[in-house]
């Protein structure tokens, strides 16, 4: 394979996929364990038991850093692949997304925060030293498109839009300052299209004829625009179909 990801030994990549428990998440595990250029996928969820069989189990909470380290440790380096595939849309409870400011609540904008912007973060605080210094080692978070400043057209989902914006920007941080630490790794953010997961199933009812993806085909997808990385792409936005987002 030409492009990220390339295995710099025989051994094959090592990959790490946190929220293996998803529905993208799940799928792109799966997908990686198949792959013969593969040797090792970590699963990394708040319940073990649901990461796919083939990947190896871990626990973690985006909101205990302890958890993030202590997964990470278990993991060891180098890492090939840092796959984020956590997100919210709504509040645990259910509550939300908000379709005005006059419903904006501090601890609802607090718990879309923690766990879009600041615990994808931590991963990569954790992540991002285990790098391998050689091949061509990526880290992707799953954002949105709806995070995108620039796109923003339709308003709504404040905490969402701001969250999905922050970790935009973290992660173009990050990859300026991997640029000076490991040039060779590719950090980026992706949006993996509208796909049917419990994330999305509440708000389907708008989605086009053909536009809801199986979570099988965005992770797919996914993993092509991971493949075809350079690290020219570093601290970019990307689309399930390469096309950059502009922030
Ligand atoms: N589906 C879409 O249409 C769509 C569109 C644009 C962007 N996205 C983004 O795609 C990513 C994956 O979403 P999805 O559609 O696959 O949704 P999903 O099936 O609901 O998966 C969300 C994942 O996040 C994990 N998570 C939530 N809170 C957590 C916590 N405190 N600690 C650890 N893990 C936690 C969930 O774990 P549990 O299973 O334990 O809850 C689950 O593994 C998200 O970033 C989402 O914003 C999705």
């Known amino acids: 394979m030409n492009g990220c990801m390339e295995p710099s030994d025989s051994n094959g990549l090592r990959c790490a996929v946190f929220g293996a ?18 040797a090792e996928v970590h699963g990394i969820a708040r319940d073990p038991a649901r990461v796919p069989s083939g990947a190896i189990p871990h626990r973690f909470d985006l909101t205990s850093e302890a958890s993030i380290a202590k ?57 991002l030293p285990l790098l391998r210094k050689q091949g061509k080692p990526v880290f992707a978070a799953i954002s949105a498109k709806v995070g ?3 796109d923003n057209r339709l308003g709504g989902w404040h905490s969402y839009r701001a969250s999905k914006a922050a970790l935009n920007m973290l992660v173009r941080n990050f990859a300026i300052e991997l640029g000076r630490t490991n040039p060779r790794a590719v950090a980026v953010t992706l949006h993996p299209g509208t796909v049917d997961t419990p994330l999305s199933q509440p708000f389907q009812r708008n989605v086009a004829e053909g536009k809801l993806f199986t979570p099988e ?28 987002i502009p922030f």
């Open 21 to 38: 428990s998803g529905g993208i998440g799940a799928a792109l595990a799966e997908q990686l364990c198949a792959r013969a250029d593969v």
């Open 71 to 127: 997964a990470c440790a278990a993991i060891g380096e180098p890492l090939d692949l840092v796959l984020v595939a956590t997100g919210r849309l709504t509040r645990e409870s259910g509550d939300g997304p908000e379709k005005s400011w006059r419903t904006l609540d501090a601890d609802a904008m607090a718990e879309l925060y923690a766990i879009n912007a600041i615990g994808p973060a931590l991963i990569a605080k954790h992540t």
């Open 148 to 150: 995108s400043i620039a």
């Open 217 to 244: 085909i965005s992770a797919a997808k996914l993993l092509q625009v991971i493949a075809g990385l350079d690290t020219v792409d570093s601290g970019r936005l990307f689309a399930w179909d390469g096309a950059e």
